[in-house]
């Protein structure tokens, strides 16, 4: 089965600095990778996924995530951070589990505090 | 939304009672999962169907089970809750590929 790591559960950046959040996960074939935002006391909202395409995603909100195969990576990216954006946000991977079925694996998570 | 709802949005039981929660869906799709959220631990998957009446176990399944009697409705049965099920549950749909997640709103349950 698949894993996924996030670097991190807690973050906190200014204002306007950049915002990176770490994901790394196995996988002895190319994945299916998302990132999600949960405000609180809110579901997940999709801010982006990668199937095989394009390394970078560009996903809403001003986010991208670039896909490195040879470091098992899938960070997500946002030039400068707004208010806004504190929420936590879940790294997850679509591992195929046979009879044509996949399941989705999260990351326990990383909570982002934007400090104004 | 994509049409999945969770019923109920919240419930407060008491241990050792038995609670199902409902996932519906108007989509048509064919694979269904249940995941519980808990601080510190991300979502995990408990059950998982991928037809009506095909089920399989996730990571976290003990203490849980689910049916799926048509492809609408997905349910979840806490068998006898205890109060380290005290949870946000959320329901998911996926059709073709592997890319398709759709998650529900959530139901929190809190077991006293």
């Known amino acids: 089965a698949q894993s996924v790591t996030q670097l991190g559960s807690h973050v906190s950046v200014s204002e306007g600095a950049l915002v990176l959040l770490r994901c790394n996960y196995s996988s002895s074939v190319p994945p299916y990778l998302f990132w999600y935002v949960q405000y609180p006391n809110q579901g997940l909202q999709l801010l982006l996924k990668y199937t095989s395409a394009a390394t970078l995603v560009k996903g809403i909100n001003g986010f991208e995530a670039e896909f490195k195969k040879s470091e098992t990576s899938f960070h997500l990216t946002k030039p400068s951070a707004h208010m806004s954006d504190a929420a936590e946000y879940f790294c997850?991977?679509?591992?195929?589990?046979?009879?044509?079925?996949?399941?989705?694996?999260f990351g326990k998570g990383t909570k982002l505090s934007v400090i104004p | 939304d994509a049409g999945i709802t969770q019923s109920p949005r919240h419930k407060v039981t008491e241990t050792g009672t038995p609670v199902t929660l409902r996932c519906h869906q108007t989509e048509n799709h064919r694979y269904m999962y249940w995941y519980r959220q808990d601080p510190g631990h991300g979502l995990r998957l408990i059950h998982y169907s991928y037809g009506v009446k095909d089920t399989d176990k996730g990571e976290v399944s003990d203490g849980y089970s689910v049916s799926r009697s048509k492809t609408e409705d997905f349910l979840l049965t806490l068998e006898s809750a205890t109060s380290s099920q005290t949870s946000v549950y959320f329901c998911?749909?996926?059709?073709?590929?592997?890319?398709?997640?759709?998650f529900g709103s959530g139901t929190r349950l809190t077991v006293v």
């Open positions: 998911a749909i996926r059709g073709v590929g592997a890319d398709g997640y759709t």
């Open positions: 997850a991977v679509s591992d195929y589990s046979g009879a044509g079925s996949y399941q989705l694996t």
